[in-house]
């Protein structure tokens, strides 16, 4: 279980992955609609991770939308029915995963955008 002295601290005094779910929770907290996110998954161990997965497949599914960011594409993939990808502060891709991919792999899409800009 958890430490109780948990309960006792300010947010300042957490670790970085307790003052990420703090975080979560209280945004989760007043059950949006919409809910944006920015990098959810830095800081949470695997568990916390799958866990935040699952609520965040839950949510959607009861016809909320999550909007997050992320560098971990796999994630993205897995999770997420619409993708942009953003380089430079342009929209260089945008759609359903599986416009955004085709038979390719969402991390390989980046990287030939990438390249594609250093030719």
């Given amino acids: 279980g958890l430490d109780e002295s948990i309960y006792k601290k300010l947010p300042k005094e957490l670790s970085g992955g307790m003052k990420q779910r703090c975080a979560i929770a209280q945004a989760f907290s007043i059950d949006p609609p919409i809910l944006l996110m920015d990098e959810p998954f830095v800081g949470l161990d695997p568990k916390a991770a799958h866990d935040l997965k699952m609520i965040m ?47 390719e792999s969402l991390e390989q899409v980046f990287l030939e955008l990438v390249d594609d800009e250093k030719s």
């Avoid at 997050?68 to 891709?93: N, P, R």
């Fill in 57 to 103: 497949a839950d949510i959607c599914q009861k016809g909320g939308a999550i909007f997050f960011s992320t560098h971990v594409l796999e994630v993205a993939e897995k999770l997420c029915h619409k993708v942009a990808i953003i380089k430079e502060g342009k929209l260089a891709a945008c759609g359903t995963m599986e416009e955004v991919k085709g038979d």
